[in-house]
């Protein structure tokens, strides 16, 4: 599965944004999908996945200001951010994750840059 994130962009401090993460195949299909980030000198963490029945798990640095919504017809997840703060500059990748009889097979989209500035 292909994933092509958008999105990112130059917000000020209490901003907000909305990535979009479009996937290649019908969202049914993909058994978890969701956002990491990486910031500049950090490993990447976690920030909220989606499972194909719409199940959220929500980082505890992401819950309150995050929000994971998906539109099926278009096959694509949206990241909503809120009141962005210094700390959420990072890029922001999508993943999904395809569990079949083969086994697993997880993905990455190319990211995203969001860059919280004053």
């Known amino acids: 599965v292909q994933l092509q994130a958008s999105g990112g962009g130059l917000v000020q401090p209490g901003g907000s944004l909305r990535l979009s993460c479009a996937a290649s195949r019908s969202l049914f299909s993909i058994n978890v999908i969701g956002w990491y980030r990486q910031a500049p000198g950090k490993q990447r963490e976690l920030v909220a996945l989606?499972?194909?029945?719409?199940?959220?798990t929500y980082a505890d640095s992401a819950k309150g200001r995050f929000a994971v919504s998906r539109d099926n017809a278009k096959n694509t997840v949206y990241l909503q951010i809120n009141n962005l703060k210094l700390e959420d500059t990072a890029v922001y990748y999508c993943?999904?994750?395809?569990?079949?009889?083969?086994?697993?097979?997880?993905?990455w989209g190319q990211g995203t840059l969001v860059t919280v500035s004053s």
């Open positions: 989606m499972t194909s029945g719409g199940s959220i």
């Open positions: 993943t999904a994750r395809i569990i079949s009889a083969s086994g697993i097979e997880n993905y």
